[in-house]
């Protein structure tokens, strides 16, 4: 299966899982878990929630994780505070890195926006150097937007 249909697959699958629940935790728990099971190469998924100035640990699968990361910091305080998505083939050459996981290689970071606002970021890791490209890119934010869509449906 190409790129571009494992992530329609992924699509169907958690439009199926996250319809109808109106708990963004719930929701968030269950994409994470999809997404490091449905994607190679990983070995972290999941997210961090905008909290007080800082982004903190929501739901995820893999290694125990930073639990605080400060806005601007890293990549994913960097895809945060530029709200725009983040893609870094090796993180050893991202300035600032944080090394929650010393194993990851590549990352990719994407900005959860709603209103203008950055609610936090969806994070991917893997031990691969350039595991991440723009089909990656692309498909990670459809996922992102509908998680999105179905919190909207619920929040009005």
Known sequence: MDKPQLYDDLARQLAALI????DQVANAANMAALVYRGL??????????????QLVLGPFQGKPACVR???GKGVCGTAASRGETVLVP????????????PDSSAELVLPLIEG???LGVFDLDSPVFDRF???????????V???LAEQRRHTG
């Not at 319809?19 to 109106?22: D, F, I, L, Q, S």
């Not at 070995?43 to 100035?53: E, L, V």
């Not at 090796?90 to 996981?101: Q, T, V």
């Open 19 to 22: 319809a109808g629940e109106p």
């Open 40 to 53: 190679p190469d990983l070995n972290w998924a999941g997210f961090y929630f905008a909290r007080s100035g």
């Open 69 to 71: 990361i400060d806005w």
């Open 90 to 101: 090796d993180i050893h050459e991202f300035p600032g890195h944080i090394a929650c996981d």
């Open 116 to 118: 203008g606002r950055v």
């Open 133 to 143: 490209d723009a089909d990656d890119q692309a498909g990670c934010e459809r996922l």
């Open 145 to 147: 937007a509908i998680l």
